[in-house]
């Protein structure tokens, strides 16, 4: 079936950027998907690019799509400890009308 | 205000006495879905609505019922919970499924 993977936890400093990276198997997927947990809260949608786009951004945040490789990231500039949460990356099958949830990246901003 | 509301937040029971967690939305969205979220697993689908009375399993379904009587509730039953149903629980709506879901607060639920 489709899987989405990401790496468990990244630690950075304030100030600095952060790049999240996320790999999904499923080529069908047409939509993909950034969303942040804080502690003690629901997912919140981020931004999500369409999969005939490479980039996208938003302030902050910027999107890189490899559909080639399956690749998708998010980098946040000037990260803030406001930043610190979990992020999920997630696809949406168009066939399988389902979304599809990474498992998280846990990230720490260190002052 | 536009929002997926579950209630309750917390949840504590014992071993097969049935529950219900509601979910509501006022955003007038067709799709509705459940998710768990486990450590280190992510969040995995376990029932998803694309519409009034259409209901459709996702991955892990198993000791799960919901019904979609109206397009604005889509309540889960554990109808025997057990302890490996411990998790935390989200009811998620979206207006077509691909432009994003938006997520409720959560229910943690400990089956003991």
């Known amino acids: 079936g489709e899987d989405v993977e990401q790496s468990l936890f990244l630690s950075v400093r304030e100030g600095d950027s952060s790049v999240i990276n996320c790999t999904y198997t499923?080529?069908?997927?047409?939509?993909l998907y950034w969303y942040k947990q804080e502690p003690g809260a629901g997912l919140q949608l981020l931004t999500y690019?369409?999969?005939?786009?490479d980039m996208k951004q938003d302030q902050r945040l910027t999107v890189l799509l490899n559909k080639k490789d399956k690749h998708l990231s998010l980098r946040i500039t000037d990260t803030q400890t406001g930043d610190s949460a979990i992020y999920f990356c997630?696809?949406?099958?168009?066939?399988?009308?389902?979304?599809?949830f990474g498992s998280g990246t846990q990230l720490t901003v260190l002052p | 205000e536009a929002q997926v509301t579950q209630n309750p937040r917390y949840l504590i029971t014992v071993t097969g006495k049935k529950l219900t967690v509601t979910c509501s939305q006022n955003?007038?969205?067709?799709?509705m879905s459940w998710y768990r979220q486990d450590p280190g697993l992510g969040l995995r689908q376990i029932y998803y609505?694309?519409?009034?009375?259409?209901?459709d399993k996702g991955d892990v379904p198993e000791g799960y019922k919901v019904s979609r009587k109206e397009k604005r509730n889509f309540p889960l039953i554990l109808e025997s919970p057990s302890p490996n149903q411990t998790s935390l629980y989200f009811c998620?709506?979206?207006?077509?499924?691909?432009?994003?879901?938006?997520f409720g607060s959560g229910t943690r639920l400990t089956v003991v």
């Open positions: 499923d080529s069908s997927s047409t939509y």
């Open positions: 609505s694309m519409n009034v009375e259409v209901t």
């Open positions: 690019i369409f999969s005939n786009m």
């Open positions: 955003m007038n969205h067709e799709y």
């Open positions: 997630a696809e949406w099958s168009g066939s399988a009308r389902q979304l599809t």
């Open positions: 998620a709506s979206s207006l077509d499924g691909f432009r994003g879901y938006a």
